[in-house]
């Protein structure tokens, strides 16, 4: 699957490629355990300028399967990300890129990221709680990072924030401390909403 995505500009001007006169650009790993799965994201652009008599197509296996259903070329200064549907999993991953058709050029990657698929073991922040914390970081523009769930997991919660963990419920926020950010104006309805808060 491919998608144009906005990126850093430092990131996407400069690419890696494989040594000369080598068609292929390999990315491998053995994973410590089988059961690991990952997602993958790799991100392309053209940072030179093609002369007309040159081009660039490039083609992704995966453990020696297709990884793309068919081959694409790149824009000029435009990102292109190829990214896994489903997660990966099993002992080795290799990621071949290759040079194929009527390329002149050798494949090139510009970024490559691998994410771990973890298995929470707590439920999910109250629905009404998250629009509501959401709502009100989206009214004050509150400059934390504040992203991801705001209770789950524990050790990652939101700055300033303190919930409620009681067994298999989700959690609550019942704390809030947005001292030190520069709000100005109402007290913002969505405040109102947070029904479990017991200090602000």
Same mark, same amino acid.
């Given at each position: 699957?491919?998608?144009?995505?906005?990126?850093?500009?430092?990131?996407?001007?400069? $690419?890696?490629?494989?040594?000369?006169?080598?068609?292929? %650009?390999?990315? /491998?790993?053995?994973?410590?355990?089988?059961?690991?799965?990952?997602?993958?994201?790799?991100?392309? $652009?053209?940072?030179?300028?093609? =002369?007309? #008599?040159?081009?660039?197509?490039?083609?992704?296996? /995966?453990?020696?399967?297709?990884?793309?259903?068919? =081959?694409?070329?790149?824009?000029?200064?435009?990102?292109?990300?190829?990214?896994?549907?489903?997660? %990966?999993? +099993?002992?080795?991953?290799?990621?071949?890129?290759?040079?194929? +058709?009527?390329?002149?050029? =050798?494949?090139?990657?510009? !970024?490559?990221?691998?994410?771990?698929?973890?298995?929470?073991?707590?439920? @999910?922040?109250?629905?009404?709680?998250?629009?509501?914390?959401?709502? *009100?970081?989206?009214?004050?523009?509150?400059?934390?990072? /504040?992203?991801?769930?705001?209770? $789950?997991?524990? @050790?990652?919660? /939101?700055?300033?924030?303190?919930?409620?963990?009681?067994?298999?419920?989700? =959690?609550?926020?019942?704390?809030?401390? %947005?001292?030190?950010? +520069?709000?100005?104006?109402?007290? !913002?309805?969505?405040?109102? #909403?947070? *029904?479990? %808060?017991?200090?602000?």
């Amino acid at each position: 699957m491919r998608l144009p995505t906005n990126h850093p500009s430092i990131v996407m001007s400069s $690419a890696a490629a494989p040594k000369i006169y080598d068609y292929y %650009l390999d990315i /491998w790993w053995i994973s410590p355990d089988e059961n690991t799965q990952y997602q993958v994201y790799m991100h392309f $652009a053209e940072v030179e300028k093609l =002369p007309t #008599n040159q081009s660039r197509l490039l083609s992704i296996t /995966w453990n020696g399967k297709p990884f793309v259903t068919k =081959p694409f070329s790149l824009k000029y200064l435009t990102t292109t990300t190829v990214y896994t549907k489903e997660a %990966l999993s +099993g002992g080795q991953q290799n990621f071949s890129i290759s040079q194929v +058709g009527n390329s002149t050029l =050798p494949p090139i990657i510009n !970024a490559f990221e691998i994410y771990t698929v973890l298995e929470l073991l707590q439920p @999910e922040t109250n629905q009404e709680d998250v629009e509501h914390i959401t709502n *009100t970081k989206s009214t004050y523009r509150v400059k934390r990072n /504040w992203q991801g769930d705001p209770c $789950a997991p524990k @050790e990652y919660s /939101w700055e300033g924030l303190n919930c409620s963990f009681d067994g298999y419920e989700p =959690p609550r926020i019942i704390s809030l401390n %947005l001292s030190s950010s +520069g709000l100005t104006g109402e007290i !913002a309805p969505s405040l109102f #909403n947070l *029904t479990m %808060l017991q200090t602000l």
